[in-house]
C-alpha cells in the first residue's frame, strides 16, 4: 500500500514540476543572446522566464490566427463560388439569347420562302423579332457575368 501511496506521490509531484518548465534567457559578455533550461556559469545577465505562459500565450495567438485563416478561407470559398454562379447564370443567358435570335432568322427565312404566307405583314414580324433578339443578344453579352446574378 505504501508502494502504491509513493508511485502515486511520485506521479503528482513530476507531473507539478512538468507544468511549470523555466528555461533561462542569457546575454553573454560579447552581446550574444542564448536560450537554455539549465542556468550558465558563463553570462553576465540572466532571466529567467515561464515557458509555460509564453507557450499558452502563443497557443491563443495561433489559434486566434487559424480562426482568422479559416474565416478569411471560408469567405474566399464564398466569393468564387458566387462568381461560379454569376458565370453559370451568364452563360446560360447568353445562350439562351443566341438561340433566340437563331430562332427568329430561321422564322425570317421560312417566311420569306413561304408560298402561301409570305406576307409583308408577316416578314415585317419575323424581321422585327430578329432584330429585338439581336438588341437582347448585345445586352447580354454587353452585361458581362457580373450582372447576370
Known amino acids: 500500500m505504501r508502494v502504491v501511496l509513493a508511485i502515486l506521490m511520485w506521479s ?22 542564448s536560450y537554455s533550461d539549465t542556468r550558465p556559469e558563463t553570462a553576465t545577465t540572466v532571466e529567467k522566464m515561464d515557458i509555460q505562459h509564453n507557450s499558452a500565450a502563443i497557443e491563443r495567438q495561433g489559434a486566434q490566427r487559424m480562426q482568422e485563416i479559416d474565416t478569411a478561407t471560408k469567405r474566399l470559398e464564398k466569393q ?23 430562332d427568329a432568322e430561321r422564322n425570317l427565312t421560312s417566311a420569306r420562302q413561304s408560298k402561301k404566307s409570305a406576307t409583308p405583314e408577316r416578314i415585317g414580324l419575323a424581321e422585327q423579332r430578329v432584330r429585338l433578339a439581336r438588341q437582347r443578344l448585345r445586352e447580354v453579352q454587353s452585361a458581362g457575368p457580373s450582372t447576370a446574378r
Do not use: M, N, P, W
Not at 80 to 101: I, T
Open 80 to 102: 468564387q463560388a458566387d462568381e461560379a454562379q454569376a458565370r453559370r447564370k451568364y452563360q446560360s443567358a447568353l445562350a439562351e439569347a443566341r438561340q433566340e435570335v437563331s
Open 12 to 33: 503528482v509531484a513530476a507531473s507539478c514540476i512538468a507544468q511549470r518548465t523555466y528555461t533561462f534567457k542569457s546575454v553573454h559578455a560579447d552581446g550574444t543572446v
